[in-house]
């Protein structure tokens, strides 16, 4: 069964900071990844896709993947208040692309 | 912007009792899903559809039915629920030619079974 990890758990960082999350798959034939972001009381919201190795960038989002050690990597430069949400990381396999798994995800809270 | 409707938003059943969520996407996309959400659990995938007429069974699919019998609509099925499955439950759509498989969610199904 394809797990997704996320790290850390939780994350609090200033308003104006650095947010770094983490996202580990199980499965060794993961190609695509996603990331997610869920406001509280909210549904989920694609933030970013990221299919190739290497980085990409959309504004303040920076996503890395590094399929080699089956990792990704989201980080948020300049936090604002209104990042703060559950971030979620979701991960489907080239041989089944259909069946998206996610991950427990990472709660990010800014502080003003 | 994509739109998936579900139905009930909120739902109270008795233990032992039929519980069906509905789910409708006017999207056109081939794939929809079931997921369930709790503290500490992210999303939990419990079946999926590729297509009318298919249901796939994702990771936790015991004590749950699917149906699919158009491309628009999904249905999650608890025979017998029990207070276990007292969760929100979210109803997605993707479409892997056309988005890369980026999924739209409803608002959400919160069923408490008592």
């Known amino acids: 069964q394809q797990k997704v990890q996320q790290s850390p758990e939780s994350l609090i960082v200033p308003e104006g900071g650095m947010a770094s999350l983490n996202c580990t798959s199980s499965d060794r034939n993961v190609d695509y990844f996603w990331w997610y972001r869920q406001h509280s009381g909210k549904s989920p919201k694609m933030l970013m896709s990221i299919f190739s190795n290497g980085e990409k960038e959309e504004g303040r989002f920076t996503v890395h993947l590094n399929k080699a050690s089956l990792h990704t990597s989201l980080h948020i430069r300049d936090s604002q208040p209104s990042d703060s949400a559950l971030y979620l990381c979701?991960?489907?396999?080239?041989?089944?692309?259909?069946?998206?798994?996610f991950g427990t995800g990472t709660r990010l809270q800014v502080l003003p | 912007e994509a739109a998936v409707t579900q139905s009930p938003r909120n739902k109270v059943a008795v233990t032992g009792g039929k519980v069906t969520l509905s789910c409708n996407q006017t999207n056109n996309h081939n794939n929809m899903y079931w997921y369930r959400q709790d503290t500490g659990h992210g999303l939990r995938l419990i079946h999926y559809?590729?297509?009318?007429?298919?249901?796939e069974k994702g990771d936790i699919p015991d004590g749950y039915k699917a149906s699919r019998p158009s491309q628009e609509n999904f249905s999650l099925i608890l025979e017998l629920a029990t207070p276990s499955q007292t969760s929100v439950y979210f109803c997605a759509s993707g479409d892997t030619q056309n988005s890369g498989n980026t999924l739209y969610f409803g608002e959400g199904s919160r069923l408490i079974v008592v």
């Open positions: 559809s590729y297509g009318a007429g298919s249901t």
């Open positions: 979701a991960a489907s396999v080239s041989s089944n692309t259909n069946k998206v798994v």
